[in-house]
Structure formats: structure tokens, C-alpha cells
């Protein structure tokens, strides 16, 4: 590979999550912005998109000294809506939102153009696709009117698009502005995810599925076309995990170039004095509301655990996050107390005025609340999986309980009604987490628990918990990461292996936990960006010689096509 090749001089990342705190690649790209900003100083772009047309988005800071004169030239000559700033994470990295609904009377034009290039077949697209393909788009343009106004024609220019919603962006890109190296990263395939969301064995017969096939049988054609064609013609295909790098060769028909795994940056998590000060704030607050909810005193030594993620209910694991409690609280080796929290966001109907109420004013509640294992309402609540299966299980919450489970079903973005505290606020104060997913191509949850010094149990069926295994670690939960065998068929032996590690730790003292926060911050310190960063430095290199060698051919054809014309004359 040609060494000069190697660094992009220009480098453009965009996602539906730039500025826009919806999931788990949120983390990924502010995260990573710190460290790419360190590298490419601010020659690296974030694109994302405007969603707020009267107000900013809280973390996005304008800055007027930027891009001035492109700015004007792409508004008024290229007919772009953006604006331009930065965002508000650690290395404040550039970042341009874009309005994309302009464009939207161009989507029947994206579509056809999309089958003529690529065979990206949208027959069946729905309004949540065409609004996701018109964002990549409008993308694709924002990178066209930068390159082309800054006549980039001859620089090192790298573009990457994260997930399938990103996909026509990236091939607009191939097609208009081909010296450009496009890089496409899946996180987890449309496909793979869905199979494992209708209860069917991903794993055991991964070797048997077509994705063709399956995409079909699960009404998701359009949506699996683009990501395989996406996949199929840029220059570098990358994941985020050996897990999911096999899903992608066997549905997507594509073996990633690269597994570039996801790292954390350290200057999220405070240290020192203000450590322990917001760990003490994070501790007293979850026990107050649980005391108020419950009706009963919580013991300050209680164990405080808890799981979290997206509202998949096997996905995920809160099937047997539930499970594994209820073998749990029946252990009679359990003596100590034990909340286990699960902070997944549900249908949330409103903050309960009764919970409201006794946290606000410090009221005395001396019995349980109705309904004790939620603190919000929800709409259609006899309807939620998640409570239904904890009545069923016959949890009770009353103070004779040794176990007591309570449902967090809000976003914790700090005006939640009840907590009023941020999700990482609240982590600090845990005394061990459990991700027992079934299908997570990486897990940024358990990494970023080890990082806030909190030990964590997950399964090897999560890219992190893979990465673990296979770096020597996870064997024992004292040790700060605990990987469980995860199959199709073990479902038992796994809630089994969560309720002995959960128990292992209720015997620790004071002093035992502490050293185990320090092993979790030193296994945490193998994950940090500075190290994996190297995996997409490589992905540039990949996606800069294949776009190299792949003009090149074109030139030469070219050239071939010039000569075989004039020689016919």
C-alpha cells in the first residue's frame, strides 16, 4: 500500500447522531471527536442534521470565524440550509447541521437514480426510510459544495457514513465525486438485528439464513438493499465488532475490511474528590427515591446494581436480567440488601404526581406505592413486557424483600421529574451493572461502566464482552468485567452464572469494592480511543488506496477508450 496514501488531509463523519442524542452512536462519535480533533485538527467535519429550526441544539455551539465565505456560497449558490459551529464534546470538533427537507420533493429522483447506479432497490420504502435517505443526500451534498468550493480535487479526502440511514449519501459520493475515498460503517445490520428481534436463533443457524431472503420474510427489502449495495461499493467497509463482522460476511454477502472497535474517552468520568462526591450525590439520591417508592428504609450499604439500553426486551437481555434477579432474591447465601434498577426508556405517559410529589417535599410514605416497580407512568402499562414480567415473576418490593426491582422507563437527561439526573450521574453511584444481551454487536453500557470504576456483567454475544474474552479477561466478576457464555439454547445456565456473580459481589466489603473499581479503571484504560483509534487510521488508508487504485483504473480506461477511438478513425 502507498505510504503517501495514508493520512487523509480532509476527513467528513456523518450520522443521523451528530448533535442528536438518540442512541448508541451518539457515544461512538463524541467520543471519538477528541481524539480525531487531536489528529486532524479541524479538518475534521462532523455532518449531521438541523432538527431544531427556532432553537440550537444544546450541544452545538455556532462559531461565525468558520468556513465564512463557503457558508455564504452554499446558501446562496448551492441552496443548502446548514449552519456551522461546533460540538459541544470534549475537542469541540467542527460540526455542520444541515436542513434536509428541501429535498424531500426529490425522493421519487434519489430513488430511480439509486437503482440506475447502484441497484438499490427502495420499491417498498416507507416514510421513516425516504426521510433518512433525503438526510444522506443532502449530506452528499454538503460534502460536493465544501470540496468543490475549496477545490479539494487534489487532496486527500476520506467521507464516512455511519449505519444503512447514511447509505445513499455515501453512494452519491462515489458516484458524483469519485477522487473521494468513502468509508461505510454498520453497527449492527438491519437484517441480523431484526432476526433476533423476532425470536429467531441468529447464532446457531447463522449459516443457514440468506439475507435476501430474510429481508424479505421480514418486510425490510429496502432497507437491507441499501446497506448490502452500500456496503458492496465503497471504498472500505468497516464494523464494530468480530461479532458482527460475521453477521455482515454472511447476510450482507461482505466481509468487513476493518473491525474498528469502539472505544471511550477518560475526561468523561470525574476523578479524584469530585469522584466521590458525585458517586455519594448518585448513591443518596437513588436511595431516597427507592425509599419514597417503596415505602420502606433502604440500608446505605445495599447493593445498588442495575441494566439499561434500548426497550428490546430479548435483545437485550431484560428477559433475563429479570430472571436472573428472581434466582437471586431465592438464594438464602443472599443477606444483604439489593436494588436492581432498570433504566430502559419506555412509552411514558407522565412523571407519577404521587412519586412526584414525596420526593419534592420529603414526604414520610410508609407503605409501598401502587404499582411500586415503576416511577413513571406509562401509556398502555398493562400492556409493558417489562412489568408484566416482574408481577408475574411475583416480585412484591415490600420491605421484607431482601431484592427489590425497580423500572426507570425515562430518558436520563437530568429533567426527568423524579431522579432530575443525568444518565451518567446515576451510573457513578452503582455498585455493579448486568448487560446479558442476546444481540449487541458492541455494548458501549459495560465499557462505559468500567470507565465510571463499575464492575459489569455481560455476555459473550456483545462485541465488548467478545473483546474481553478474547483479551484474557472476563473471568470473574471481582476482577471488574464478568463474560457469561451466551448460546441460542443456555438461557437457564445464563441467569444462573448472573445471579452467582451478582451474589459473589454482595460478599465484598467496603475495602474489596474499592479494589475492584481500581481493576475495572485499569481494564477500562485498554479501551480508551488513543488506543483504538489505530483501527480507523487504518480503515483511512484502506478506503485512500482502493479509491487510488480504483481512479486510476478508471484514468487508464479512459485513456484506452481515447485511443481505440482515434485508431478507428
Known amino acids: 500500500m502507498n505510504k503517501v496514501l495514508k493520512t487523509p488531509e480532509y476527513l467528513f463523519e456523518s450520522s443521523w447522531e451528530v448533535c442528536n442524542k438518540v442512541g448508541g452512536i451518539y457515544t461512538v462519535l463524541s467520543t471519538k471527536a477528541k481524539t480525531l480533533q487531536k489528529i486532524y485538527p479541524d479538518r475534521i467535519i462532523f455532518i449531521g442534521?438541523?432538527?431544531?429550526?427556532?432553537?440550537?441544539?444544546?450541544?452545538?455551539?455556532?462559531?461565525?470565524?468558520?468556513?465564512?465565505?463557503?457558508?455564504?456560497?452554499?446558501?446562496?449558490?448551492?441552496?443548502?440550509?446548514?449552519?456551522?459551529?461546533?460540538?459541544?464534546?470534549?475537542?469541540?470538533?467542527?460540526?455542520?447541521?444541515?436542513?434536509?427537507?428541501?429535498?424531500?420533493?426529490l425522493v421519487n429522483d434519489l430513488f430511480y437514480h439509486m437503482w440506475d447506479w447502484f441497484k438499490v432497490d427502495s420499491l417498498s420504502a416507507y416514510d421513516d426510510y425516504k426521510e433518512s435517505c433525503i438526510f444522506a443526500y443532502a449530506v452528499g451534498r454538503v460534502i460536493e459544495s465544501f470540496y468543490t468550493f475549496h477545490q479539494l480535487e487534489n487532496r486527500k479526502v476520506v467521507a464516512l457514513?455511519?449505519?444503512?440511514?447514511?447509505?445513499?449519501?455515501?453512494?452519491?459520493?462515489?458516484?458524483?465525486?469519485?477522487?473521494?475515498?468513502?468509508?461505510?460503517?454498520?453497527?449492527?445490520?438491519?437484517?441480523?438485528?431484526?432476526?433476533?428481534?423476532?425470536?429467531?436463533?441468529?447464532?446457531?443457524?447463522?449459516?443457514?439464513?440468506?439475507?435476501?431472503?430474510?429481508?424479505?420474510?421480514?418486510?425490510?427489502?429496502?432497507?437491507?438493499?441499501?446497506?448490502?449495495?452500500?456496503?458492496?461499493?465503497?471504498?472500505?467497509?468497516?464494523?464494530?465488532?468480530?461479532?458482527?463482522?460475521?453477521?455482515?460476511?454472511?447476510?450482507?454477502?461482505?466481509?468487513?475490511?476493518?473491525?474498528?472497535?469502539?472505544?471511550?474517552?477518560?475526561?468523561?468520568?470525574?476523578?479524584?474528590?469530585?469522584?466521590?462526591?458525585?458517586?455519594?450525590?448518585?448513591?443518596?439520591?437513588?436511595?431516597?427515591?427507592?425509599?419514597?417508592?417503596?415505602?420502606?428504609?433502604?440500608?446505605?450499604?445495599?447493593?445498588?446494581?442495575?441494566?439499561?439500553?434500548?426497550?428490546?426486551?430479548?435483545?437485550?437481555?431484560?428477559?433475563?436480567?429479570?430472571?436472573?434477579?428472581?434466582?437471586?432474591?431465592?438464594?438464602?447465601?443472599?443477606?444483604?440488601?439489593?436494588?436492581?434498577?432498570?433504566?430502559?426508556?419506555?412509552w411514558v405517559r407522565d412523571v407519577r404526581s404521587d412519586l412526584k410529589y414525596a420526593v419534592d417535599n420529603n414526604y414520610p410514605v410508609k407503605t409501598p406505592m401502587q404499582m411500586p416497580f415503576s416511577t413513571h407512568w406509562l401509556n398502555h402499562m398493562e400492556e409493558d413486557r417489562i412489568l408484566d414480567y416482574i408481577t408475574r415473576k411475583g416480585f412484591t418490593n415490600e420491605a421484607s424483600e431482601n431484592l427489590k426491582i425497580i423500572f426507570v422507563p425515562c430518558y436520563l437527561t437530568g429533567n426527568d421529574g423524579i431522579f432530575n439526573t443525568s444518565y451518567y450521574d446515576l451510573l457513578i453511584g452503582m455498585d455493579l451493572t448486568v448487560y446479558p444481551s442476546y444481540y449487541e454487536p458492541w455494548g458501549y453500557t459495560p465499557l462505559e461502566s468500567i470507565a465510571f470504576g463499575i464492575p459489569t456483567v455481560t455476555t459473550d454475544l456483545a462485541g465488548f464482552g467478545l473483546w474481553a474474552k478474547e483479551e484474557g479477561i472476563g473471568n470473574d466478576i471481582t476482577q471488574g468485567v464478568r463474560t457469561v457464555h451466551r448460546t441460542d439454547y443456555n438461557y437457564s445456565d445464563v441467569t444462573q452464572e448472573i445471579a452467582q456473580s451478582v451474589l459473589r459481589l454482595c460478599t465484598e466489603k467496603k475495602a474489596g469494592l474499592a479494589a475492584i473499581r481500581k481493576r475495572c479503571y485499569n481494564l477500562a484504560s485498554l479501551a480508551e480511543w488513543n488506543k483504538f483509534i489505530a483501527y480507523y487510521q487504518t480503515a483511512y488508508s484502506i478506503a485512500l488506496h482502493n479509491a487510488h487504485e480504483r481512479n486510476e483504473k478508471e484514468q487508464q480506461k479512459s485513456v484506452d477508450n481515447t485511443i481505440f477511438a482515434a485508431q478507428q478513425k
Not at 438491519?190 to 443457524?205: E, F, H, T
Open 161 to 346: 457514513f455511519n449505519e444503512w440511514m447514511l447509505g445513499m449519501g455515501a453512494l452519491y459520493i462515489k458516484k458524483q465525486l469519485p477522487a473521494i475515498a468513502t468509508l461505510f460503517t454498520t453497527h449492527a445490520t438491519s437484517v441480523g438485528r431484526s432476526i433476533a428481534g423476532n425470536n429467531k436463533p441468529l447464532y446457531s443457524d447463522m449459516e443457514k439464513y440468506s439475507g435476501d431472503r430474510m429481508a424479505k420474510e421480514l418486510n425490510m427489502d429496502a432497507k437491507h438493499s441499501l446497506e448490502k449495495q452500500t456496503a458492496a461499493h465503497v471504498d472500505c467497509f468497516t464494523t464494530v465488532s468480530g461479532i458482527t463482522a460475521q453477521e455482515c460476511k454472511q447476510l450482507l454477502e461482505k466481509e468487513p475490511h476493518v473491525v474498528t472497535l469502539n472505544g471511550f474517552e477518560r475526561n468523561f468520568v470525574p476523578t479524584g474528590e469530585e469522584y466521590t462526591r458525585k458517586r455519594e450525590k448518585a448513591r443518596s439520591r437513588l436511595i431516597y427515591v427507592a425509599e419514597k417508592l417503596l415505602g420502606c428504609p433502604i440500608h446505605p450499604n445495599s447493593i445498588l446494581l442495575s441494566t439499561g439500553g434500548r426497550y428490546e426486551y430479548r435483545n437485550k437481555g431484560i428477559d433475563v436480567f429479570i430472571d436472573a434477579m428472581d434466582k437471586l432474591r431465592n438464594m438464602q447465601q443472599l443477606t444483604r440488601s439489593v436494588i436492581a434498577f432498570i433504566m430502559v426508556p419506555a
Open 49 to 105: 442534521p438541523d432538527l431544531h429550526k427556532q432553537e440550537k441544539p444544546s450541544d452545538f455551539l455556532e462559531d461565525d470565524t468558520l468556513f465564512g465565505e463557503w457558508v455564504n456560497h452554499a446558501i446562496l449558490k448551492d441552496h443548502l440550509n446548514i449552519k456551522k459551529g461546533r460540538w459541544n464534546v470534549p475537542g469541540k470538533p467542527v460540526v455542520i447541521l444541515v436542513d434536509y427537507t428541501p429535498f424531500s420533493n
